[in-house]
Nanobody
């Protein structure tokens, strides 16, 4: 059974940074495309950053230039580092994994079939 557990959320001042961790069990992260998505109240879930099983990252529009996604295949951990936060970054951040053999790094929510419970990030001005 695949389990994804996020941690590292909390309250941050505008201009600050966040570091999120997703611990995966039941899968080997090196074999799967994984990603970070977020959902703000009243808004649709959107991709923050995803990384292909071969290590190719792809960033969502809102995070590009401010985020770094990486993974430690030996530890089965996915990371997200994001800088220069603003109140619009306030959201629940979710870790996702795709058990499909994707040929590319997908930012599409529908390509991910395993999700964590999420970790809340609140950015105050």
């Amino acid at each position: 059974q695949v389990r994804l557990m996020e941690s590292g959320g909390g309250s941050v001042q505008a201009g600050g940074s966040l570091s999120l961790i997703c611990e995966a069990s039941g899968i080997t992260s090196g074999f799967y495309t994984m990603g970070w998505f977020r959902q703000a109240p009243g808004k649709e879930r959107e991709a923050v950053a995803c990384i292909h099983r071969d290590g190719r990252p792809l960033y969502g529009t809102a995070a590009e230039g401010r985020a770094t996604i990486s993974k430690d295949n030996a530890k089965n951990i996915l990371y997200l580092q994001m800088n220069r936060l603003n109140p619009e970054d306030t959201a629940m951040y979710f870790c996702a994994a795709s058990t499909r053999r994707l040929l590319w790094t997908s930012l599409l929510e529908k390509d991910y079939d395993n999700w964590g419970q999420g970790t809340q990030v609140t950015v105050s001005s």
